[in-house]
């Protein structure tokens, strides 16, 4: 039984004991029903209001969400958009994606149209144009709110207007109003996206739908618009067409290509590139994210760079990627140091599930590694005086430390990185740092600094433990050290996870990088420091330029084989202008870290200001498109319609509900707090004819 509806019953149970047979009065029994009643309300209030849990989780599958009821109006065309068209070019690890969506109005009356679409979380939106008829209309990025009254202003004044915003990192609104009978309107979208690798390739995804979601009343999205888009049942195809066409020019040279959602047809173009389409007469393509894997590495250690010339910015990116297969040989040594949070807010569940994890971390490692444990919490200490062989001897040694070892005390996760950075390491191994906490400390600022600051010593990466774990000071962690964020939130994920980091850490190939430019005036670099190329994880540089492009990059460290030495052109322009999205994007995504933690006004300043200079959509700023010709004059009279988008693929009905059905279901709580109330007054009533019966044979 919960612990509140526990307590709460023993509070009614003594409260019944307590209405013992006394002197018979003509207000006893109405004073008797009032108590009781009062306690069974408390107990129902606080069932009903019991805290929800992780309602605001990300949750990684479709739940009961709404389903959209046509009205039948031969008026409305409820599928105003008629088209999306996409054209990527890749370079090396940049997309530079433009997203044409054609709307046409084949109702008789003048409509608002609202369209939900998913975007990368990686993606930054640079641009829209509007198209209405033969004349052009370029987007302005505006403060969100400025942006919003533009639109407002636009919509009553009888123009047409369009609006993009950023509801989710991953989720866009689409507003265009007064879009009148025979209109065709045609939005274009730009942005550029970073291509993360994943297991030894590269992967770009572009999502077509945005899956139903269920929008519980605990949630922090309840009041959130964009939720209640409307979705078209399974089995029943969207009349929206799609089209996609990717160009593939890479630095290195391509190893694989293959798509695992979408049929297609590649083909080698004269510019070195490689040009990439949809098979035609397939299934249609807008129900599933369509995903290209593409491979870059060979059998080396690969390096290349890319400059791009703006008219007031220059921007370069320099890529030094692993090995395709990389060999026993080619491994440098590793050393593995574990930071294990032991303060008082990880007693109990969470360091037991620290205690799984750690041997599901130190389970695989080889004879010839190295490690050690550092239990931090008000304070710190290391298991040993320094890292010792992996042996099993030693492993089970740290293990039965680990067991007899409970939480207390304060979180200083600062002072014990600082101790590890400060443990001697020698040049050729490759040291990782692996971090245990629930993440509940007020230090992320100078966190993030510290992992920063010492790439080039160390990499850092980092596990949430508990069932709320702090996850902004988790991806904060892995943006800083380059690596992944690692969340366990029950101790059967500690397997999984574990599996998960080995597999991208294994491997360290290259340690002690570092770069030179000789003869190019480069700033603004990022990162500062460069972390160990892993087997799967490749080192990125990128950052401005000025003057001419002349000189070269010299690229050094330490691999299995001894000093590696490469030194690479930097001479040669190449037409890539996502480059200065990209650094922009980057400098957005570590500001915004810190504002999920300490909500500060001067760096949603910051965000806001380097979104107006580079024209990105941020969550503080949003496009807006204004034709200055009044075209309906009478704007009230527009009729708002929500476009339908498909049902994701293999999702069936089930997933699916009448929203006035989903909302008036009770829950749980309610049907217990119900039945207490029900349970309650039957006793009461019971025990009140037992009184009558006792006075009628008196």
Not at 187 to 194: F, S
Not at 575 to 604: N, Y
Request: glycine share 8%; with cysteine; charged share 15%.
């Amino acid at each position: 039984m919960p612990p509140m509806l526990g307590s709460t019953l023993q509070g009614d149970s003594m409260a019944l004991r307590s209405l013992a047979p006394v002197p018979h009065s003509p207000y006893q029994g109405l004073r008797r029903w009032l108590a009781a009643s009062g306690l069974a309300a408390a107990c129902c209030i606080a069932l009903v209001n019991q805290p929800a849990q992780a309602q605001d989780a990300p949750r990684q599958k479709t739940e009961s969400p709404y389903f959209h009821v046509p009205n039948g109006d031969p008026a409305l065309d409820l599928l105003p958009l008629k088209s999306t068209s996409v054209s990527v070019n890749i370079s090396g690890v940049i997309a530079d994606v433009t997203v044409i969506q054609r709307y046409k109005n084949e109702g008789t009356r003048t409509i608002e149209a609202n369209y939900v679409f998913p975007g990368s979380t990686q993606a930054a939106v640079h641009g829209m144009e509007v198209r209405l008829g033969d004349r052009r209309i370029t987007a302005r990025i505006r403060e969100k709110q400025q942006a919003q009254q533009e639109y407002d202003n636009a919509k009553q004044a009888g123009k047409t207007a369009a609006l993009l915003e950023q509801h989710q990192p991953n989720v866009f609104k689409m507003h265009i109003a007064h879009i009148q009978p025979g209109d065709d309107i045609q939005v274009e979208l730009h942005y550029t996206e970073l291509l993360p690798p994943r297991t030894g390739s590269y992967q770009f995804v572009f999502p077509t739908v945005v899956g139903p979601r269920y929008n519980s009343p605990q949630s922090s999205q309840a009041q959130a618009g964009w939720v209640a888009q409307p979705v078209l049942p399974a089995g029943q195809a969207s009349s929206t067409t799609f089209d996609l066409q990717l160009a593939l020019r890479t630095p290195i040279a391509l190893q694989g290509l293959a798509s695992p959602s979408h049929a297609i047809q590649s083909a080698a173009q004269a510019d070195g590139s490689t040009l990439v389409t949809l098979q035609p007469g397939g299934k249609p393509g807008n129900n599933r994210d369509f995903i290209l894997d593409y491979r870059l590495a060979g059998a080396q250690i690969s390096s290349g760079v890319m400059l791009y010339q703006g008219k007031d910015e220059n921007f370069f990116l320099a890529l030094v990627e692993p090995p395709k297969a990389v060999p026993a040989s080619a491994i440098v040594p590793r050393e593995y140091i574990f930071v294990v949070d032991i303060s008082g807010s990880m007693h109990g569940f969470p360091l037991d599930t620290a205690k799984t994890l750690l041997r599901a971390l130190v389970g695989p490692l080889r004879p010839s590694d190295s490690f050690n444990v550092l239990l931090f919490s008000g304070s710190s200490r290391f298991l040993n005086p320094e890292s010792v062989p992996a042996t099993r001897a030693n492993i089970d040694q740290a293990l039965h430390l680990m067991d007899e070892t409970t939480g207390a005390g304060g979180t200083e996760l600062v002072p014990a990185l600082k101790r590890v950075y400060a443990t001697p390491k020698a040049p050729d191994v490759s040291r990782t740092v692996v971090v245990v906490t629930d993440g509940f400390v007020t230090v992320e600022s100078e966190l993030f600094a510290l992992v920063r600051s010492h790439l080039d010593q160390a990499n850092v990466f980092a596990f949430g433990i508990g069932s709320s774990v702090n996850r902004h000071l988790m991806e904060g962690i892995a943006r800083a050290g380059m690596g992944a964020p690692f969340i366990i939130t029950q101790p059967s994920d500690a397997a999984t996870q574990a599996e998960r980091f080995h597999q991208m850490v294994k491997s360290p190939v290259l340690t002690g990088l570092q770069a030179r430019f000789a003869g190019l005036d480069v700033y603004d670099v990022e990162p500062e420091h460069l972390p160990d190329v892993l087997g799967d994880r490749p080192v990125v540089l990128f950052g401005k330029w000025r003057g001419k492009p002349q000189g070269q990059l010299v690229l050094e460290g330490r691999s299995a084989n001894g000093s590696f030495h490469q030194v690479l052109s930097t001479q040669t322009v190449s037409d890539t202008p996502a480059l200065r999205h990209l650094w922009a994007r980057h400098r957005i995504a570590s500001l915004s870290d810190q504002v999920g933690l300490d909500g500060s006004d001067a760096l949603r300043q910051r965000i806001t200001d380097l979104g107006l200079a580079y024209s990105l959509l941020t969550q503080y700023t949003s496009f807006i498109a204004v034709d200055e010709v009044v075209r309906n004059a009478m704007p009230h009279d527009s009729t708002l319609v929500k476009h339908p988008v498909p049902l994701p693929q293999g999702v069936d009905n089930l997933a699916l509900a009448l929203r006035a059905e989903v909302s008036s279901t009770p829950e749980p709580a309610t049907w217990g707090a119900v039945l207490v109330l029900l349970s309650v007054l039957a006793l009461l009533a019971r025990r009140q004819r037992r009184l009558r019966a006792q006075r009628w044979t008196a």
